[in-house]
């Protein structure tokens, strides 16, 4: 069974950078991405970013330019850099795994961690 462990949220200025870690226990190499996921109060889970197996990347709208997703393969951990951050970044963020690369950029289906909240101040 795959665990994700979120790590790195907190609290920041906008403006501001911080940098989450998703750390994959029971890591196969048979699953086909890391994705990343938010999720803010009252509204629909949404996708940040997605990492896949041969290290292609790939970015929701809203933060292409500011984030930056990368991998260390030693640690089984995913990182998502977020820099210039803003207010409407503020949620809980979610990063996940799954086997079926059709399933990278769902945003039910898959394996997930706990989550940990970004909160941007203006």
């Known amino acids: 069974q795959v665990q994700l462990v979120e790590s790195g949220g907190g609290s920041v200025q906008a403006g501001g950078s911080l940098r989450l870690s998703c750390a994959v226990y029971g890591y196969s190499d048979t699953t086909a991405c890391i994705g990343w996921f938010r999720q803010a109060p009252g509204k629909e889970r949404e996708f940040v970013s997605v990492?896949?197996?041969?290290?292609?990347?790939n970015y929701g709208g809203s933060v292409k330019g500011r984030f930056t997703v990368s991998r260390d393969n030693d640690k089984n951990t995913v990182y998502l850099q977020m820099n210039s951050l803003k207010p409407e970044d503020t949620a809980m963020y979610y990063c996940?795994?799954?086997?079926?690369?059709?399933?990278?950029?769902?945003?039910?289906?898959?394996?997930w961690g706990q989550g940990t909240q970004v909160t941007v101040s203006s």
């Open positions: 990492i896949y197996s041969d290290g292609t990347t």
């Open positions: 996940k795994t799954t086997y079926n690369k059709m399933d990278c950029g769902h945003i039910i289906i898959g394996y």
